[in-house]
Each structure stands twice: as C-alpha cells, then as structure tokens.
C-alpha cells in the first residue's frame, strides 16, 4: 500500500541525507532499510554551507538597500534642519524688520578683532536657543573669550547627519586659535564677482571697491563695514522663491589642512566660515576638497566658499527665502546657479521641479 504524501516526503529526504539506493517502490511502500536508517537531526555539513552561502547573498543584496534607505534618512534630517534654520531666518525678519546679517564688520581689514555676531547666532531665539544667545555678547569680538563659548557648542540643527565629522571640535586654521564647533550649513552671501578671484561678499578688504558689485549681493552678506545694511523681504526683488537663503556644504576631508579649512564653523563670524558664495565653476561643487584644489591650482579662497554635500549624486539642498527646500543637482547650469544667489539681479529663473 502506498504510504501518505507526508511519510513519502520524509523517507525521501531521510534517503537524499544518508546517500541511500533506496527504490522508488522502497520510498513509496517503505523499506526495512529505510527504517533501519539511524535518525539524525542535525544538518548536515554540506546543508549548512549552502544555508550559510544564501544568508550571505541575501546580506549582500540587502545592504546596498539599508545603506541607501539610511541615507535617504540622513538626507532628509538634513532638509528639516534646513526648513527649522529658514523658518527662525523668517521669524527674525518678522521681529527686526530684516533679516540678520550675514556678518556684522567693525571694520574693513578682515582681522579677528573687527568681527562682531552673524546670522547663525542671531537667529538662536527662534530655534529654541534663547539660553545659548544669552550667553553671547554682541558687542565684544566674535571669538572673545567671553563668546567662545557659544562657538564651542555643537548645535544639531546645524549640523547635517551626513557628515562624517558632525559634532566635532576642531580648530580653523586661521582664526580663531581655539577648537570650536563645526556645522554643515553657510549662509549665501551672494555670486563671486569673475572679475575679480576673490571678489565675494563675505570678505572686508574688498568692500567699497570695485572688488565687488552691489548686483551680485546676496541675502546673507557683510554689513556695517562700508554702510552696507541687512536686506529685508521686500529688497529681494529677484522673488523670495528665486534666491536661495542657507545651503550644505560638507566635504571629504583634505589630506592637508595647511592652508585651508574645509569646513563650516556655525557660529565663526570669521569670513567664508559660515558664508558662501555660488560660482561658476563646477569644481566648487564637488564634496571633495582635495578635488576642489587640485582642479583650480590651490585657489583655496574659492573652495573655502562653496556649497557642496556628500549626499548621494552631489545633491546640494538650500532652503530658499521663501522658506521652501530644494535639492540641488552638482551640475547645475552655471549662470542659472549664479542668479539664485543673488537677491536684485532681475535675472529669469527655471522653474526647481
């Protein structure tokens, strides 16, 4: 009589295990052989090889999909930050009248003893930092002893998840000669002006010279020096969803810090540490440092002041004066990139999506 579906399976699998030449009609109708069998349990050597083998290609198949997955997560962490630093931006302009400044300058000599409060420390009310900026003392120096506290403190809102050294303390290699916190995000203080290498609008020196064109000023820039004053809502002419407000800028580290500083310091008034200005070259863009020097001859005055990210394909996302976040591709068209800096440009701009 034949034996059951469930009896056959078994005293086929019993047969496969133990190597046996067992018939067809052994398996079907059972076998003394069969149950002389002895019964094992266990896994055999070559079975658990082959489920070892199919675990390790479903790890290898899925990781590429965490790691993206988490990504997708870092990044989006990024634009909330973002969209929180341009909704305080906006509170602020609600409660003075205009918005921070980028800087404010006491003089025209770029020296640490003439750099006073910027945007990011401005706008610590609205983020639910009224505590850290009471700390703050706008009248003394940015790097004050009496201030380094402020800058020493590592801020989650700005600082980006993507970036390998969120939350670090690390010392610029100009100014100030303290560890201070490093950030994720610089203010866009406007467009290099291209008749000029340095000619951007975070920089003293160059103020109330032809160095620099009021045309290319952006939302964020230097103030005070020279009697340029905080821009307001209604002197962004370009349209508020036409000019890009804050933008990432996070980048392999150099290999060499000697004469240059690859990241953002959130709260250093000290110029490119917290602006940036769009230009047209497209190794600004790149999230490598290195890449960035090596491309233009060690111009590290122009890779200083870049927005760049390490997200995947180069994304860069800015919050815009309107409040709105948009991601950035690495290839953007120069002249378009450009414009969005700028805040009374009267320049056309594409429509983002």
Not at 27 to 39: E, N
Not at 51 to 76: D, F, H, K, N, T
Not at 247 to 255: L, N, R, S, V
Request: aromatic share 8%.
């Amino acid at each position: 009589m034949i034996a059951d579906i469930d009896t056959i399976v078994l005293r086929l699998r019993a047969a496969l295990r133990f190597e046996s030449k067992l018939s067809l009609a052994d398996i079907l109708h059972g076998s003394c052989a069969l149950d002389r069998m002895p019964r094992r349990n266990a896994f055999t050597l070559v079975e658990l090889l082959v489920v070892i083998a199919i675990i390790g290609i479903l790890v290898a198949l899925l990781l590429p999909a965490v790691q993206s997955a988490r990504e997708a997560a870092r990044r989006m962490q990024c634009g909330n930050n973002l969209k929180q630093i341009g909704l305080a931006i906006h509170n602020y302009a609600t409660a003075f009248g205009a918005l921070p400044a980028g800087s404010i300058q006491e003089g025209p000599s770029n020296a640490p003893a003439e750099d006073r409060i910027n945007w990011a420390i401005s706008i610590l009310p609205y983020l639910e930092q009224q505590a850290l900026f009471d700390l703050y003392d706008p009248v003394l120096r940015n790097a004050h002893p009496d201030n380094l506290r402020v800058l020493k403190t590592p801020l989650e809102v700005m600082n980006c998840p993507s970036f390998p050294l969120t939350g670090l303390l690390d010392q610029p290699v100009q100014t100030p000669k303290e560890e201070i916190a490093v950030g994720s995000y610089k203010g866009v203080s406007g467009r290099r002006y291209v008749g000029h290498q340095n000619g951007f609008w975070d920089y003293p020196p160059f103020s109330c010279s032809s160095t620099i064109r009021e045309i290319d000023r952006g939302p964020l820039h230097m103030t005070k020096v020279c009697d340029y004053r905080a821009e307001t809502i209604s002197t962004i002419r370009d349209g508020t969803s036409n000019t890009m407000l804050v933008g990432e800028y996070h980048t392999k580290d150099p290999q060499n810090k000697s004469q240059a500083s690859s990241r953002p310091y959130w709260a250093s008034t000290h110029s490119f540490h917290n602006l940036a200005a769009a230009q047209p070259e497209s190794y600004t863009r790149l999230a490598d440092y290195d890449a960035c020097m090596t491309a233009n001859g060690d111009k590290w005055w122009q890779c200083d002041r870049a927005f760049a990210s390490l997200h995947a394909g180069g994304i860069i996302q800015f919050v815009f004066c309107d409040g709105s976040v948009h991601g950035i591709a690495a290839e953007i068209d120069a002249d378009i990139y450009q414009n969005l800096a700028t805040v009374n440009g009267n320049e056309i701009i594409p429509s983002l999506d």
